[in-house]
């Protein structure tokens, strides 16, 4: 394939999402995304990434793959088990998207350099550590880095956006925005009727 063959395959490859009104492709092919934790939630949201065009992912995970998370991790398959969750997940990230630039690490988040953090636009928290969360949240705001944290327990989920003062990043209007989200409460359960899980 020609240079020129493989943007005419890049651009029909994205083309249906640039249909939505505001998608700014070219924005989204040069930014780079740090996904921590490449379990069940860091499959679905670096797949997601990779599909959508984005330039560079940096994937890290300590874990090695396991029989019990092939029903669960979307980039793994049988005969995976016993190499790192990073590794694989980015030869399969390549596989979907050949235009994606994918690095990826099979250590502890705290023993990065400090490099890799500030290389990436976004980083995003998918980790079943609570203290290894908080470790990444310390950085994350130290170096003024935009930090989406996710997990999952049971049938329940979480999200939460943390925008560092002076990060380069503003969200207009986020207090209105929350007082409508109060408003348009989509399910109230009393206290005692919430599931227990822990």
């Known amino acids: 394939m020609t240079v020129n063959d493989n943007e005419i395959t890049k651009a029909r490859m ?5 249909l939505i009104d505001g998608w700014d492709q070219e924005l989204i092919t040069k930014g780079c995304i740090l996904i921590v934790g490449v379990g069940a939630l860091g499959c ?6 990779a599909l959508m065009g984005i330039g560079k992912l940096i994937l890290v995970d300590l874990d090695t793959i396991e029989t019990s998370n092939l029903s669960r991790q979307m980039l793994f398959r049988p005969g995976d088990e016993g190499r790192p969750k990073a590794e694989v997940a980015a030869e399969r990230l390549k596989e979907m998207n050949p235009f994606l630039e994918v690095d990826y690490y099979f250590k502890k988040l705290q023993k990065l350099p400090m ?3 500030e290389e990436a636009d976004v980083v995003v928290a998918a980790l079943d550590n609570f203290n290894a969360r908080l470790d990444l949240n310390k ?9 989406i944290e996710g997990g999952t327990v049971g049938f329940e989920g979480h999200v939460q956006i943390v925008i560092p003062k002076d ?16 408003e348009l409460k989509l399910m109230a359960l009393e206290e005692d009727k919430y599931p227990k899980y822990f």
Do not use: N, T, W
């Open 14 to 18: 994205f083309a249906r999402q640039q």
């Open 44 to 49: 679905e949201i670096a797949k997601d990434f």
């Open 115 to 117: 490099s890799v953090y």
């Open 139 to 147: 950085i994350c705001l130290r170096l003024k880095k935009p930090m």
């Open 167 to 182: 990060s380069g990043l503003e969200y207009k209007h986020k207090d209105s925005e929350i007082d409508k989200l109060m």
